[in-house]
């Protein structure tokens, strides 16, 4: 069946994102020359507690991992089995994304070539309707005992493997195989001809779902390389996404704004599931500008950029206040700024970083204010927010056919269409950093394009 040692994997877990679950149970058989050579199977004390969600589906109980072993006590023995072999499960990047985070967890790489039986499904069965495992199992009679154990599992797609190979032969079944490595971080539902046809140029691309229903809407420059990166990205986010998507559409644009502009209509229109629930920021952690006597202050606040707001005291924006004062910590270090200053430490005297040296002591007026005030607005030039350039909003093109886009302190407002009729959005205005960008280098490289609105 295989001319190369291959393993059939599968694995149980208290949830379904690597990130804040782990593997309750594994199993593992290797298979070579046509026979089964090694096999595998045991329970993990997963170091966390058990959903009952997950006791009902599996049976697996508390008291039943109680002298399992970790991952970690594991480990030596599954990558033995796995020696040299691909990895072989159904949806094979959920089970690949665990294991490999529980590698990662103890400082092993683990990168193993990988093939999906949900995909072998697809392409051997296209005339099927459903390709989970427990709809495989019934349309195929597939002898099992325990259902949604890991070795039972794992035996399900082993026998469908050979079930496969003898009702389509070798030729047929090793080239599906053959096909499928050569992209094997493919979603496990999409059809890898859709991606033939993408360039690499400015564009939109939408994801969809079984239904061709909207799931994800996104832009790029380079589109081939920005789609194919979401399906090589095993963050929980990304595997959700992957796992929905069915179909692809791409919708060239020929510029980087049109690119953002049309991306900007089609999340409005079309309502993808996930860039309601990944991309919307309700607020920002700001870096506002102040002043203590002469000296520049900062302090993170939290809150909105909105149409009028003055741009010229917001020195950076984040998703998180976190990562606002981990970065604040950064520069003050990078830049010896003081502390006390930059709202990181509250003292009446000198910061500790003055005794340390580490602090030019602006804080107690030993450094001038305006040698101060210089290294501070160097060190957050690039973080720094620039003013909106006009008193009124702007036009800029879209396309050739005359339509335009309407912008004010670099947030889209509306449009103009190809009548020159102004329609503006009826939605609240939104301010995105990323938009911020491209809309600003727009408008430095093409100033001869802009147009103000009377």
């Given at each position: 069946?295989?001319?190369?040692?291959?393993?059939?994997v599968?694995?149980?877990?208290?949830?379904?994102?690597?990130?804040?679950?782990?593997?309750?149970?594994?199993?593992?058989?290797?298979?070579?020359?046509?026979?089964?050579t090694?096999?595998?199977?045991?329970?993990?004390?997963?170091?966390?507690?058990?959903?009952?969600?997950i006791?009902?589906?599996?049976?697996?109980?508390?008291?039943?991992?109680?002298?399992?072993?970790?991952?970690?006590?594991?480990?030596?023995?599954?990558?033995?089995?796995?020696?040299?072999?691909?990895?072989?499960?159904?949806?094979?990047?959920?089970?690949?994304?665990?294991?490999?985070?529980?590698?990662?967890?103890?400082?092993?790489?683990?990168?193993?070539?990988?093939?999906?039986?949900?995909?072998?499904?697809?392409?051997?069965?296209?005339?099927?309707?459903?390709?989970?495992?427990?709809?495989?199992?019934?349309?195929?009679?597939?002898?099992?005992?325990?259902?949604?154990?890991?070795?039972?599992?794992?035996r399900?797609?082993?026998?469908?493997?050979?079930?496969?190979?003898?009702?389509?032969?070798?030729?047929?079944?090793?080239?599906?195989?053959?096909?499928?490595?050569?992209?094997?971080?493919?979603?496990?539902?999409?059809?890898?001809?859709?991606?033939?046809?993408?360039?690499?140029?400015?564009?939109?691309?939408?994801?969809?779902?079984?239904?061709?229903?909207?799931?994800?809407?996104?832009k790029?420059?380079?589109?081939?390389?920005?789609?194919?990166?979401?399906?090589?990205?095993?963050?929980?986010?990304?595997?959700?996404?992957?796992?929905?998507?069915h179909?692809?559409?791409?919708?060239?644009?020929?510029?980087?704004?049109?690119?953002l502009?049309?991306?900007?209509?089609?999340?409005?229109?079309?309502?993808?599931?996930?860039?309601?629930?990944?991309?919307?920021?309700?607020?920002?952690?700001?870096?506002?500008?102040?002043?203590?006597?002469?000296?520049a202050?900062?302090?993170?606040?939290?809150?909105?950029?909105?149409?009028?707001?003055?741009?010229?005291?917001?020195?950076?924006?984040?998703?998180?206040?976190?990562?606002?004062?981990?970065?604040l910590?950064?520069?003050?270090?990078?830049?010896?700024?003081?502390?006390?200053?930059?709202?990181?430490?509250?003292?009446?005297?000198?910061?500790?970083?003055?005794?340390?040296?580490?602090?030019?002591?602006?804080?107690?007026?030993?450094?001038?204010?305006?040698?101060?005030?210089?290294?501070?607005?160097?060190?957050?030039?690039?973080?720094?927010?620039?003013?909106?350039?006009?008193?009124?909003?702007?036009?800029?093109?879209?396309?050739?056919?005359?339509?335009?886009?309407?912008?004010?302190?670099?947030?889209?407002?509306?449009?103009?269409?190809?009548?020159?009729?102004?329609?503006?959005?009826?939605?609240?205005?939104?301010?995105?950093?990323?938009?911020?960008?491209?809309?600003?280098?727009?408008?430095?490289?093409?100033?001869?394009?802009?147009?103000?609105?009377?």
């Open positions: 069946m295989f001319s190369y040692p291959v393993v059939f599968d694995i149980e877990t208290t949830g379904g994102s690597y990130r804040n679950s782990r593997i309750l149970e594994v199993a593992a058989i290797r298979y070579e020359n046509g026979v089964i090694d096999e595998f199977s045991s329970l993990i004390n997963p170091e966390t507690y058990i959903p009952a969600s006791t009902s589906l599996t049976g697996i109980r508390e008291t039943d991992i109680v002298d399992a072993p970790v991952f970690a006590d594991i480990a030596d023995r599954f990558a033995e089995i796995m020696s040299g072999a691909v990895f072989i499960a159904h949806n094979v990047r959920f089970d690949y994304s665990f294991i490999k985070n529980e590698f990662a967890m103890i400082g092993v790489t683990f990168h193993p070539r990988l093939l999906c039986t949900v995909r072998l499904s697809r392409s051997l069965y296209k005339m099927e309707k459903g390709h989970s495992l427990a709809v495989l199992i019934a349309r195929h009679d597939i002898p099992f005992t325990n259902r949604h154990r890991a070795l039972d599992d794992a399900a797609i082993l026998y469908f493997s050979q079930l496969a190979f003898e009702q389509h032969g070798a030729d047929a079944f090793l080239a599906a195989v053959q096909h499928q490595l050569k992209s094997q971080s493919l979603p496990p539902h999409l059809d890898s001809k859709e991606l033939e046809s993408i360039e690499n140029v400015p564009g939109v691309y939408i994801f969809k779902d079984e239904m061709q229903q909207p799931v994800y809407v996104g790029s420059i380079t589109l081939k390389k920005r789609v194919m990166s979401h399906f090589q990205d095993v963050s929980s986010k990304e595997l959700k996404i992957s796992q929905s998507v179909h692809v559409e791409t919708i060239p644009t020929g510029s980087e704004l049109a690119a502009i049309l991306e900007s209509k089609l999340v409005k229109e079309l309502m993808p599931l996930y860039n309601h629930q990944l991309r919307r920021v309700s607020s920002y952690a700001l870096f506002i500008k102040s002043h203590d006597g002469a000296y202050t900062i302090q993170i606040k939290q809150g909105i950029v909105d149409t009028e707001m003055d741009l010229d005291h917001i020195y950076g924006m984040y998703s998180g206040r976190t990562k606002a004062k981990k970065r910590e950064e520069i003050t270090r990078g830049f010896q700024l003081c502390p006390k200053l930059m709202g990181l430490e509250k003292t009446t005297g000198a910061c500790f970083s003055y005794s340390l040296g580490r602090c030019k002591g602006a804080c107690v007026g030993n450094e001038s204010p305006d040698l101060y005030n210089r290294r501070f607005e160097l060190a957050l030039e690039h973080s720094r927010l620039e003013s909106w350039p006009f008193d009124a909003p702007i036009s800029l093109p879209v396309n050739t056919k005359g339509e335009r886009v309407i912008i004010k302190n670099w947030m889209i407002q509306g449009y103009v269409d190809e009548s020159g009729e102004v329609v503006y959005d009826a939605d609240e205005p939104h301010f995105d950093i990323d938009e911020y960008k491209i809309i600003r280098r727009f408008i430095r490289e093409n100033k001869g394009y802009i147009q103000p609105i009377e």
